[in-house]
C-alpha cells in the first residue's frame, strides 16, 4: 500500500526559507524518480522539481536557482529546500514518484506573504 507523507509547510515571508519532508513507503523508493508538485489556489498541479535515482536533478524554470531538490534513500524521504520564497509560490505541495502514480498524499501548505 502505497503512502506518500508530506510535511514542513507553514507560513513564510516573502524571501524567508522551508524545507519540505516527504516520508515515502509501499514503492521501491531507491529505483523511483521522485518529485514535487504543486498547486496553487483554483489552478491547476504543476511539477516543481524531480530528482532521479541516480540523484540527476532538474527544476522549473520559476524556481530554478532557489528550490533544491535532495534524497535520502535509507530513510525513503525526499525533500525540498525553498530559499528566498515569493508570494507566488503560495501552493499545497506533494510529493510523488515521476511519472506521478494515481495516488496523492494530503499535501502540506505553503503560504508565503507579501
Known amino acids: 500500500q502505497v503512502q506518500l507523507v508530506e510535511s514542513g509547510g507553514g507560513l513564510v515571508q516573502a524571501g524567508g526559507s522551508l524545507r519540505l519532508s516527504c516520508a515515502a513507503s509501499g514503492i521501491t523508493f531507491r529505483y523511483n524518480s521522485m518529485a514535487w508538485y504543486r498547486q496553487p489556489p483554483g489552478k491547476q498541479r504543476d511539477l516543481v522539481a524531480i530528482i532521479t535515482s541516480s540523484g540527476r536533478t532538474n527544476y522549473a524554470d520559476s524556481v530554478k536557482g532557489r528550490f533544491t531538490i535532495s534524497r535520502d534513500n535509507a530513510k525513503k524521504t525526499v525533500y525540498l529546500q525553498m530559499d528566498s520564497l515569493k508570494p507566488e509560490d503560495t501552493a499545497v505541495y506533494y510529493c510523488?514518484?515521476?511519472?506521478?502514480?494515481?495516488?496523492w498524499g494530503q499535501g502540506t501548505q505553503v503560504t508565503v506573504s507579501s
Open positions: 510523488n514518484t515521476n511519472p506521478a502514480l494515481n495516488y
